[in-house]
């Protein structure tokens, strides 16, 4: 698997999007979404979404800068915060070929989702992440989604938007399995956050125990 340290300015902030997300009003599973700003020393100067691990922290990836509470970023895009929640979703694992829907807010700070199905392939968007192994899928996200929640249709968290693929970066890349791809929607999977938990409880030991709401694999 090529890295692609190329595609890490051109995509990993979502400057732009990759079709036209939805909004909606109300949904008692999307609705878990919510949105985060970057701290001081540049307040409420950038958004993005997170959603929350268990009930005492919440994550998002961590090209969102200060965000307040902050206390670990992970070697990949992921960061976690200090965020007090009665109730937290279920995450697992998601399965190539399944529904997934990726839910966060626009720059307008509307409520959106993009629909469309988990690709079998994966990527590594820089080499210095070592193995850190990003999921893909086809439908759309928009700038403000980065950290957001992606659901599978059970409802379950299967991991956080990244980034994208433009049409211009797919054309750039020799990769095949994505070349004639309408889209490409980049999100860090379960696994790859659970394991950055991991690290952050060997090293910190935080008195929150690891969550015991995650569903069988």
């Not at 698997?1 to 732009?16: D, E, Q, W, Y």
């Not at 020393?41 to 005492?56: R, S």
């Amino acid at each position: 698997m090529r890295p692609f340290k190329s595609l890490v300015a051109a995509s990993v902030l979502i400057s732009g999007c990759n079709g036209m997300p939805t909004a909606f009003t109300q949904d008692p599973v999307f609705d878990q979404a919510f949105v985060v700003h970057s701290g001081a020393p540049l307040p409420y100067l950038m958004m993005g979404t997170a959603i929350q691990w268990n009930e005492d922290y919440a994550v998002t990836v961590k090209h969102l800068p200060y965000v307040s509470g902050a206390v670990y970023q992970g070697q990949g895009d992921v960061q976690f915060f200090k965020h007090k929640a009665n109730g937290v979703p279920m995450w697992r694992s998601y399965q190539p070929g399944e529904e997934l829907t990726s839910v966060g807010f626009n720059s307008a700070y509307i409520s959106v989702k993009g629909t469309g199905h988990a690709l079998p392939a994966m990527v590594r968007l820089d080499a210095k992440e070592g193995n850190v192994m990003y999921g893909t899928h086809d439908g759309p996200v928009a700038k403000g989604m980065s950290g957001g929640p992606v659901f599978a249709a059970d409802g379950k968290v299967v991991g956080i938007t990244v980034a994208l693929l433009t049409a211009n970066d797919l054309a750039r890349i020799k990769r095949p399995d994505l070349a004639n791809q309408p889209r490409v929607s980049i999100f860090l999977p379960y696994n790859e956050i659970n394991r950055e938990w991991t690290r952050y409880m060997a090293q910190a030991k935080p008195a929150t125990p690891v969550p015991t709401n995650l569903a069988a694999n």
